[in-house]
């Protein structure tokens, strides 16, 4: 880990591996020295993962509150249900959009006929923390399918705007504050100028290296840039990367699933998750058996 490599580049966080039981991430976010990139609080790269026949991801009902997650996959698929009765399988270049909100449980499962068969997961899963006003909002699913995602392919460029706007491209996916998260293919050799998005931005390496403005980036490693700097990204080799972004917001407490400005608040969740009584936290439909406790 570097600080102020460049005048473009202010940080590089490496990915830590995290066992989440039957399966590993890579964890970028929060990080000790720089816990949010704009809205953006939690960044978690799920594999690159081979499953053999009956394992993979079995993550059992959870909760969560004042924020929302956002699940994008490249490879494989995860079964989602919550709380709202929503049942939703992710597939490859979908977008599932959870908004927490006063508070939500969910589990994130593989569908039967998967688990039967060898399998691939990749994918990122992204926490954005809420503004102060929309914290206690009801919560939502919103699920977005891979066509709905504008991108371009050019010249050894391909760019997908999952969030926000950038290359002339709006996405649908609702966002609270401003945000901007897209997912770029590069060629090696070839260059894009990162777009001037946000007042905070980082660039994820998913596979393969990259240069921005002289700085190497291997993959799994996270690019914090300067505030309003023009920064170009070259391929070093054939490359996958995201770039995450958006306006800053106040500060932002957590401790497990619970994102909060208001410590007390996170207090409050943490006595209602123990309750298990099922109305700060109702249950989720079809699998109502089993939850992950408290944390120690």
């Known amino acids: 880990m570097s600080e102020a490599l460049s005048e473009t580049v202010s940080l590089i966080i490496p990915a ?3 066992d989440l ?3 590993k991430v890579r964890r970028v ?10 809205p953006w609080i939690f960044f978690d790269h799920m594999g690159p993962a081979d499953f053999a026949p009956g394992i993979g991801i079995n993550v059992r009902p959870h909760p969560h509150i004042n924020l929302a997650t956002v699940t994008y996959l490249f490879a494989g698929n995860i079964l989602h249900r919550d709380s709202l009765g929503t049942r939703s399988v992710i597939k490859p270049g979908d977008i599932n959009l959870m908004v927490a909100g006063k508070g939500i449980t969910h589990s994130e499962r593989e ?3 998967a688990q039967a068969r060898a399998r691939h997961l990749d994918g990122l899963q ?3 923390a809420l503004p102060e006003a929309d914290e206690e909002i009801d919560p939502a699913f919103y699920h977005y399918d891979a066509d709905d995602i504008p991108g371009i392919t050019e010249d050894g460029l391909s760019v997908r705007v999952m969030m926000g706007e950038a290359f002339g491209l709006t996405s649908p996916v609702k966002t609270y504050a401003q945000t901007f998260y897209a997912e770029f293919r590069l060629a090696a050799g070839k260059k894009v100028d990162a777009p001037l998005t946000a007042e905070e931005r980082a660039v994820y390496a998913c596979n393969g290296a990259l240069e921005i403005d002289g700085q190497r980036l291997e993959a799994y490693e996270m690019a914090v840039l300067a505030p309003g700097a023009a920064v170009t990204i070259t391929a070093l080799e054939d490359a996958h990367f995201v770039m995450i972004g958006g306006e800053p917001l106040t500060e932002r407490h957590i401790y497990w699933n619970f994102v909060s400005s208001r410590p007390e608040r996170i207090e409050q969740a943490k006595a209602d998750w123990q309750a298990q009584d099922g109305i700060a936290f109702p249950k989720v439909p079809g699998d109502e058996l089993e939850f992950i406790p408290l944390p120690e």
């Open 126 to 128: 992204l926490w954005l």
């Open 111 to 113: 569908e039967e006929s």
């Open 21 to 23: 039981g039957g399966f």
């Open 29 to 38: 976010l929060p990080f000790a020295k720089h816990r949010m990139v704009g």
């Open 16 to 18: 830590r591996e995290k």
